[in-house]
């Protein structure tokens, strides 16, 4: 009766060991998974995959066990890594390691998420507790994932909306929810290089609406139809500047007038014109000489030029039948009606504020994509 009760004991006394030491590789595997997820944060600013947790512990059970291994053999003379119970516990901890690590690694990420918001990170990939928000005094603003396109811009690559996605935007505390709404904006065509934000919070500091855009760079977009730009190697003359309209004229002994264009540009001896289409393509390439003629500014390419630098974009919006803006003044429309196009007859421009508005009058707005949103919605029936 002794000896198997003495087995008995030296079996439970063996799995005990071998219990506290997988239980030991685990934590091990969980440290090192959180610390290589923090890493990956603090590197890459986002957050790190679940596989990668993982294979960190699966790595310090497999560094151990390779160590274990090469050291019983130096020193011991010889191991037998195929023994059963040798080959259960490496089954074992290799399994808890991979099991551990995964978990290891979210901690590891949430907590360098915090850590980051304490230190000052202008933005995080991740939500903020609400006592690191507390404690550290910081207004956090997390984008959605619904993100949409500003009335009147062109649309943002949807590679760059995919990039502001769930992001979490950290300011300072004590700002009211306008002055958070501008830096919001600010901060976006900052990190992001887009051309326009339309943003709208709730007085807890979430965010209702957000849509951006995007502005076309260069001149493109102020040339009219068939129209076309290049530029040559000119001679201006020192009173030319852009807008004003030139003769280009091709130098030599038998000078010839080749084309009539419009200065937009000088740097140097390069010039930008802005002339005919065709001609563009025959210019194109060639050493001139330019003669400035008289003439006064042209007011739609003004125009063009000053609404391209303002947040005011220009935009169409239709009165809907059963619209709240159906039989309202055009002055009570809230934004600048440039022009209005009724159902029938010509359009109308710069219509006088007390014209009433009928159903299928198409509105010409001049104004900012969030009061075009608002200027939508009463066009629209409620129902709708």
Known sequence: ?????????????????????????????????????????????????????????????ALYLNTKTAFASVVAGGSDIFALGDVVFNLAAFAVGAAVGAPGARVGDRLAVEVFAFTGSRELDGDVSALV??????????????????????????????????????????????????????????????????????????????????????????????MGAVAVTADPPNSASPGDVVQVWRPGPDRERVASAELRGVAGDTVTLALDAQDAERLAGGDYRLLTLPSDQDAERQFAAILRGADETMVTVTVREGAELVGAAVGDVGATVVAVRPTAGAVVPIPARTRTLDPGDVLYLVARPDVVRGVEARATPADS
């Open 1 to 61: 009766m002794t000896l198997p009760l003495q087995a008995s004991v030296d079996l439970v006394a063996v799995l005990m060991r071998g219990a506290l030491q997988i239980t030991g590789l685990g934590v091990g595997a969980a440290l090192v998974g959180a610390v290589v997820a923090a890493l990956y944060r603090w590197y890459f600013r986002q957050s790190a995959h679940a596989a990668l947790g993982a294979f960190a512990g699966l790595a310090t059970v």
């Open 133 to 226: 928000r507390t404690v550290g005094r910081l207004t956090t603003v997390e984008l959605p994932d619904e993100i949409g396109d500003a009335d009147g811009y062109d649309p943002v690559p949807e590679e760059v909306k995919a990039e502001m996605r769930s992001k979490t935007l950290v300011f300072p505390r004590g700002l009211t929810v306008a002055d958070l709404e501008s830096r919001v904006a600010a901060r976006l065509r900052e990190d992001y290089d887009v051309g326009y934000v339309d943003v709208d919070l709730d007085e807890s500091g979430s965010i209702e609406y957000l849509g951006v855009g995007t502005r076309l760079a260069g001149i493109g977009p102020t040339l009219g139809p068939g």
